[in-house]
């Protein structure tokens, strides 16, 4: 299985600063199409999971551009420029090109 | 506005069985991939399994730990997914989400507890 892992697990910042959040898979995500399934999810408090970067750094529909995707190889990483107070939630990197389909462990974004 | 739906989830006891159902709208059901996702407090998301298009071979994909006791299936002339759970565990109990495939989309998740 491809284990995903994040870091910080935790990271509490100052609203208008940027974060970064982590996640290194154990081997490389690449499909044999030659594309890398790696998306990165938001869940706010109380709501389902939701779509905020796919194949490893492009916007979903509506995503504000101050989310970032970017990484090559294990590494890949999501990025807030400046963080807003609707940026609170829990967020996942996750793998589809490899069953079973897996998830890091989530990295909770709290304001300080 | 796509909508997923999720319903049938409940409280059963361990050894007993649960179908949920997936109702999708506002996009062109019968071309999509589905995932069914679960989550728990414990252990975050987990996927559970993955149907691919009829025109595709709408063959399932399933996690090694529902392997054998879920079975996903579709009908594209009500726009609806399933998941029939059977032999349910302890461990089984989440939230339980449908999902396009490509994770564009995500129901509001339907609850499924199991205990004695």
């Known amino acids: 299985d491809i284990v995903l892992t994040q870091t910080p697990l935790s990271s509490p910042v100052t609203l208008g600063q940027p974060a970064s959040i982590s996640c290194r898979s154990s081997?490389?995500?690449?499909?044999?199409?030659?594309?890398?399934?790696l998306s990165w999810l938001q869940q706010r408090p109380g709501q389902p999971p939701r779509l905020l970067i796919y194949k490893v750094s492009n916007r979903f529909s509506g995503v504000p551009d101050r989310f970032t995707g970017s990484g090559a190889g294990t590494d890949f990483t999501l990025k807030i420029t400046r963080v807003e107070p609707e940026d609170v939630g829990v967020y996942y990197c996750a793998q589809a090109t490899q069953f079973p389909y897996t998830f890091g462990q989530g990295t909770k974004l709290e304001i300080k | 506005e796509v909508q997923l739906v999720e319903s049938g989830g409940g409280f059963v006891k361990p050894g007993e069985s649960l179908r949920l159902s997936c109702k999708a709208s506002g996009f062109t059901f019968v071309n999509a991939w589905m995932n069914w996702v679960r989550q728990t407090p414990g252990k975050g998301l987990e996927w559970v399994g993955r149907?691919?298009?009829?025109?595709?071979?709408?063959?399932?994909d399933y996690a090694s730990s529902v392997r054998g006791r879920f079975t996903m299936s579709r009908d594209d002339s009500k726009n609806t997914l399933y998941l029939q759970m059977s032999s349910l565990q302890t461990e089984d109990t989440a939230v339980y989400y449908c999902a396009t495939a490509s994770s564009t989309y995500w129901g509001q998740g339907a609850l499924v507890t199991v205990s004695s």
């Open positions: 149907i691919k298009s009829e025109a595709d071979g709408g063959t399932a």
């Open positions: 081997q490389s995500p690449v499909n044999s199409d030659g594309n890398t399934y």
